[in-house]
């Protein structure tokens, strides 16, 4: 995938208006991503173009669109599945689909059971079966955002100790949970 963009360059850019054309691409093998000036212009002149490794990370395209009536289409890019969203009734929508907030909690209830599921196959382990029940706490006040989410976490009962020792190892450092951490209060809770 290959986007392009311009920036303004800094701090030439406030006097000028000089602007910097740039070109991201993602390896189609390795997802790493590379960053390159195709040059810059300043009035009529143009700057020799440099490439810079930026970062060495998969990059996902997702593309949303509203539809009228609160609810919106995404296009995961590299798949082409869709997801429909809706507002929730408490937010003057219908609260016939998933709500944006649902999708976080739904993201990281996936998120765990994803990489509990990675280190799982790592280690020849049965995971099926494991099960993650989140819920969403919002606020009540003007501003709304999530206030709480908190997870139930069940695992197969045929795992050892040191087993489930490394699973919930795995799942508490998941990416999700490492996003959110520190703006929206996360509880896990293992079941027996």
Known sequence: ?????????????KKTGATERWIAQASASTG???????GCTVGSAKVVSKTFPRWNAPMTSIQCRYQGQLRCL???????????????????????????TDLIATALANCILTV????????????EGAEVRVEKTMTSGAVR??????????????????????LRRSAESCPVKASLEGAVPMTLHWVA
């Open 116 to 127: 509990m599921g990675i280190v799982a196959e790592r280690h020849g382990l049965a995971l």
């Open 1 to 13: 995938m290959v986007s392009t963009f311009d920036k303004p360059l800094i701090p030439a850019s």
């Open 74 to 100: 995404a296009v995961h890019g590299p798949s082409g599945s869709e997801l429909d969203t809706d507002a929730p009734i408490d937010n003057n929508g219908k609260g016939e689909r998933f709500s944006p």
């Open 145 to 166: 955002k999530i206030a709480l989410l908190e997870a139930w976490i069940s695992l197969p009962q045929a795992l050892e100790p040191q087993q489930v020792a490394l």
């Open 32 to 38: 790493a991503v590379e960053t390159r000036s195709t």
